[in-house]
């Protein structure tokens, strides 16, 4: 899931990213995991998405499963189909 917000501040014209993993998806372990894989990604992506907002990524149940079961590569295009479905990524050719 998620969540963006304009910031109406001036100041820094760079993106922020905060993640949010709830015990439900599992111990510290595995949430501290998601976090650094999230971060990660999105620290790849930092270039496309739109600028001069905070994103908020709420990681669900089912991510630690898919994220060991499938490819990095398929993290990689769920995290960016995320922010294309929302228009906040700039596509390159």
Known sequence: MLYYFERISG????????????????????????KR???????????????????VIIARHGLPDFMEKSRHEEVIEM???LFRRANLIQETD
Do not use: H, M, P
Request: proline share 0%; net charge negative.
């Open 11 to 34: 100041g820094e014209d760079i993106s922020r990213l905060g993640v949010s993993v709830s015990k439900k998806v599992g111990g510290a372990v595995v949430r501290n995991q998601v």
């Open 37 to 55: 894989v999230l971060k990660e990604i999105f620290r790849d992506l930092e270039d496309r998405v739109a600028n001069n907002y905070d994103y």
């Open 79 to 81: 995290i960016t189909d």
